[in-house]
């Protein structure tokens, strides 16, 4: 039986040719497609939301997300890429759970509402593993104003999900428990 080696790759001191910057860029790609697609799913997620609160959290993060995106066109930039999108089945996934939330809950309740934070908080949490790693990558290929850039991102995210976690914790669950099914 024959055994077959696998080929190693080819080792370059040139970051333009590194496989590294083409993992970052395709990345890049993926969230830059996530947050566009964020964004009109958030649209969405606050018009069906209860609470004012909520409501007025998930509209400001829309606002935050298109400046995401802007953020993400300078990054393309400063690397010297075209900026393109890359469909994220993570992120269409997680737009799609959130839809059959909004489905599956009953108008005006605030058990809908919750089921609304749950969803956010799950996108909240791929983009924060997202851009964490991006930064990171960025840091590693010398990139150090892209990183800069991913980290203001990543300190958003992180402040956004917060943010859920209070209005969850605070009100929305509490109130949401005591609706009959």
């Known amino acids: 039986m024959a055994t077959t080696k ?6 370059t001191d040139n970051v333009e040719e590194s496989a590294l910057k083409e993992l970052f860029v395709d990345e890049l790609k993926d969230i830059y497609w996530a947050e566009k697609h964020l964004s009109k799913a958030l649209v969405k997620l606050a018009k069906a939301a209860t609470s004012e609160e ?3 959290a998930l509209e400001t993060h829309k606002a935050e997300t298109d400046n995401q995106v802007a953020r993400l066109e300078q990054v393309f930039e400063i690397i010297d890429e075209k900026a393109a999108a890359k469909k994220c089945d993570a992120m ?3 737009i799609a759970e ?4 909004v489905e599956d809950t009953e108008d005006g309740s605030i058990t809908r509402d919750a089921g609304i ?3 956010a908080q799950k ?3 791929y983009e ?3 851009y964490g790693t991006l930064r990171t990558l960025a ?3 010398g990139y150090n104003e892209a990183a800069q850039l991913l980290e203001e991102t990543l300190a958003e995210e992180k402040k956004t999900d917060e943010l859920l976690t209070q209005l969850a914790e605070s009100t929305i669950n509490v109130n949401a428990k005591s609706e009959k099914a």
């Not at 959130?98 to 939330?101: D, F, K, L, M, Q």
Request: proline share 4%; net charge negative; no cysteine.
């Open 6 to 11: 696998k080929k190693q790759p080819e080792n």
């Open 98 to 101: 959130s839809e059959s939330i």
């Open 123 to 125: 996108s909240e949490h």
């Open 92 to 94: 269409e996934g997680l």
């Open 54 to 56: 909520l409501r007025s």
């Open 117 to 119: 934070i749950s969803a």
């Open 139 to 141: 840091n590693t290929l």
């Open 128 to 130: 924060i593993a997202s």
